[in-house]
């Protein structure tokens, strides 16, 4: 029996008469088209194109870049240039590139997430999100991406590992679809996926402990303590380096992620962008029932104020994003502790 298709899916979408939901379909299945692309590429590996090697320059944020970071922009703007879509900002593009001003959308894309994995065949992937154009896009470019995470029209991600799957919200529930060779196209794997609100996992990079906050440090004291400790059982530490990956294993599973801000040069604010990956991974997170924070207040409600502005981020099961939050704001009330350190947490100026 074939499964329901992504096809399927984005026509009874176009079809259900919600503002921009035509274009907004169009340009999934332009992006759906283009992930298989850059997932073939990938697939090559060594054999391939020598795409893992730095190229010898940095994207917009001063991160180094990789020739499959860079083919895989020029292949996603190319085919913006098809669709519905009039601004198209990208991690790899200072600016935002106007492709044609009387276009409704504008999409933000983070072309390859996890690059730096790409020669240790880790999965990788693709972020993106979907917002309709605000005012005069010539006049103004910045402005469609300077808004609220819960203006996105529409958001998602490709994951490009053991599987080539897609992970969309379009407002009404999280959708996984996974691309069959046999069938031909993306076919639904899971409906309105439904992340378990309770865990005992949690992903972050350790090695950065000394640098963290003091409530971080705590949260993380209290969860290796196991069944020793306040939680009163055992937690599991995962990190990949790899948001869609991490993203993609807490939607399965459940669990928790945190990167958050620390007392290195250039990461006071953490190191994920906001408009191009907190935003649509924190809309998938939430139409899946959990939680996306800054570690603080709810990220979709935070509007950027620059385009590759970032973001403290934490997401997943809504009771251990919850608790998270309080070892930030109620630091007293976590275990038994005196309340050593202020209120602000990630955010303290």
């Excluded at 399927?8 to 332009?30: D, F």
């Excluded at 910045?142 to 819960?150: C, H, I, V």
């Excluded at 934490?314 to 930030?328: K, M, N």
Aim: aromatic share 8%.
């Amino acid at each position: 029996m074939t499964a329901y298709s992504l096809d399927a899916h984005l026509a009874r979408h176009a079809a259900s008469g919600e503002p921009s939901a035509a274009e907004v379909a169009a340009t999934i299945t332009l992006l759906a088209e283009t992930g298989l692309t850059i997932a073939a590429t990938i697939a090559e590996g060594p054999i391939g194109a020598s795409l893992a090697d730095p190229v010898g320059a940095a994207n917009s944020d001063g991160d180094e870049q990789r020739g499959l970071d860079i083919l895989a922009d020029e292949r996603f703007l190319g085919a913006m240039r098809q669709s519905p879509v009039a601004l198209y900002a990208s991690e790899e593009l200072a600016e935002p590139v106007l492709i044609d001003r009387d276009r409704t959308l504008a999409l933000a894309i983070d072309p390859l997430d996890g690059s730096s994995n790409i020669d240790t065949n880790v999965s990788i992937g693709t972020i993106f999100s979907i917002r309709t154009v605000t005012g005069d896009p010539e006049a103004d470019p910045l402005a469609s991406f300077l808004r609220p995470g819960r203006e996105q029209l529409a958001a998602g991600f490709l994951i490009y590992g053991p599987q080539t799957a897609l992970v969309l919200t379009l407002g009404a529930g999280t959708h996984i679809f996974i691309h069959s060779r046999a069938e031909g196209g993306f076919r639904l794997a899971s409906a309105a996926k439904e992340i378990p609100s309770k865990t005992r996992e949690f992903a972050i990079n350790a090695s950065n402990y000394r640098h963290w906050d003091q409530a971080v440090q705590l949260y993380f004291d209290d969860c290796i303590k196991g069944g020793h400790g306040p939680r009163e059982g055992e937690f599991n530490m995962r990190w990949l380096a790899s948001l869609v990956a991490e993203a993609y294993r807490i939607l399965i599973r459940g669990g928790a992620f945190l990167y958050p801000g620390d007392r290195r040069r250039g990461y006071g604010k953490g190191r994920l962008r906001l408009v191009y990956e907190a935003h649509p991974i924190a809309m998938l997170i939430e139409q899946a029932g959990g939680l996306a924070f800054n570690p603080i207040d709810p990220i979709l409600d935070v509007a950027a104020t620059e385009l590759h502005q970032r973001t403290p981020f934490v997401f997943g099961s809504t009771a251990e994003v919850s608790r998270i939050a309080r070892y930030h704001t109620l630091p007293s009330q976590m275990a038994d502790r005196a309340p050593l350190f202020g209120k602000r947490g990630l955010l303290r100026a």
